[in-house]
């Protein structure tokens, strides 16, 4: 009850506050962003979806749904 504890050390007090997935976290879990205060997963996180990929990602998508319907429509149709 006294103090809130680090997500990641259950030893460690936390001193922030994650702005994204709102978890409390310690000073060495913090990681300081454009968006404020992000704990390592999230911060990891948004390098992940870091928006270049993200439309690679979809551009992908779309060739593989392309794909699929190339290679369903002759099946379908015979
Ligand atoms: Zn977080
Ligand atoms: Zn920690």
């Known amino acids: 009850m006294s103090s809130i504890r680090c997500a ?6 936390a001193l922030q506050y994650c702005n994204r997935c709102g978890r409390a976290v310690c000073n060495s879990c913090v990681v300081r962003a454009a968006g ?7 911060a990891e996180g948004l390098h992940r979806t870091a928006r270049p990929r993200s439309a690679h990602t979809w ?3 779309a060739a593989g749904v392309v794909l699929v319907l190339l290679w369903l ?5 015979r």
Do not use: I, T
């Open 59 to 61: 551009l992908w998508l």
């Open 8 to 13: 990641y050390h259950p030893e460690r007090d």
């Open 36 to 42: 404020g205060n992000l704990c390592r997963p999230c």
């Open 73 to 77: 429509v002759p099946k379908l149709l």
